[in-house]
């Protein structure tokens, strides 16, 4: 719900938007650099500046067979930035030679697939005896809540990013 003002109210924007932090040993520009180098290789468009990269545009994958929605940078063999709508990468240095990595994503694809998917299972449990088809709803509720926002829409991302940092 939007309020009068244009602004979401507070509990949707935290869910929509989750923040990663950490630190790595290379400093700031390098860790910069490789980011906009994953982005590039996941296909996603992106804007960078002062140490920060910021997508413009995330690649979309609505068919499994667009090669988009593969990648072989992780083992699950998916590119996780198909469901995100945006990602913000804000390198800092600090003290001793670390930069902290403030990686921001936007999970508004990710939550528009649950709702999908669970408009879907709806469907299907309209057709299905009473104690099924809530079974059903529940069930594809949480595997696609845990699938694709927690997983796909945030650890993927944020451990691609780290691994990315962690290369030699």
């Not at 507070?10 to 400093?27: G, I």
């Not at 650099?33 to 296909?43: A, H, Q, V, Y």
């Not at 600090?94 to 990710?110: I, M």
């Amino acid at each position: 719900m939007i309020r009068g003002d244009g602004a979401a109210p507070k509990k949707a924007r935290l869910m929509m938007h989750k923040t990663y932090e950490f630190v790595c040993q290379l400093p700031a520009q390098a860790a910069s650099e490789r980011i906009e180098g994953l982005l590039s290789k996941e296909g996603v468009k992106y804007r960078a500046a002062n140490l920060s990269v910021t997508s413009v545009r995330t690649p979309i994958a609505v068919l499994g067979i667009q090669p988009k929605l593969y990648s072989h940078s992780n083992w699950v063999g998916l590119n996780p930035f198909t469901f995100v709508s945006g990602v913000e990468v804000q390198c800092e240095q600090v003290d001793s030679g670390l930069t902290k990595v403030t990686v921001r994503v936007n999970r508004l694809r990710t939550l528009l697939w649950v709702a999908f998917w669970i408009a879907c299972s709806l469907l299907a449990a309209r057709a299905m005896p009473e104690p099924g088809g809530a079974i059903l709803v529940i069930a594809v509720a949480c595997a696609t809540w845990f699938g694709i926002v927690s997983f796909l829409g945030g650890y993927l991302i944020k451990k691609e990013i780290s691994d990315r940092l962690r290369e030699g």
